[in-house]
């Protein structure tokens, strides 16, 4: 077995697309029919963007035509704070590993690339959501979780908007 890590470039838009979509698809258990469309183009925009201003790195594997695998990370800025004082913070999304190859280290060298490029840009906070089969990866390699962090899903804005407005 002979894979290439390659760094993705405008030309993988369609494939950075797709593999997203399935990735997602496993992620929340969706069906193969579950409508993505509003995803695909929002994530073609998406890269189209981040690839051009340098916020989105994204590598694809490869043994020789046949698609092995991919991972990708967000650069973004917030306030800084005690604990990250420049404020700089990488996400990393879209670890996805076809199944032929799994269990062979195709992702956890992905991520080292990732966090490579992480650490060469001086970014300390690194994060990223853990599916069930990915966490076991993540946790060898240092990811620990978060404690303090919350979210407010779409079904609780929505109860809340209809608060404010009574």
Known sequence: MHLVWKRASFADLD???STRVE??????GLSPNADMSEVER????YYKAALANDSHV????FEGDVFAGAGGVSFFQVMPTYHNPTGRKAYI???YTAPAYRRQGVAR?????????CRQRGIASISLEATPMGRPLYESYGFVPMENEMELP???CEKTESRLQS
């Open 15 to 17: 494939l950075l697309v």
């Open 23 to 28: 990735v997602l698809r496993a992620a929340n």
């Open 42 to 45: 929002q994530s073609a925009l």
């Open 58 to 61: 994204a590598y694809l594997v």
């Open 93 to 95: 999304m879209n670890m």
């Open 109 to 117: 060298k992905t991520l080292d690339l990732l966090v490579r490029e």
């Open 154 to 156: 779409l079904f609780a």
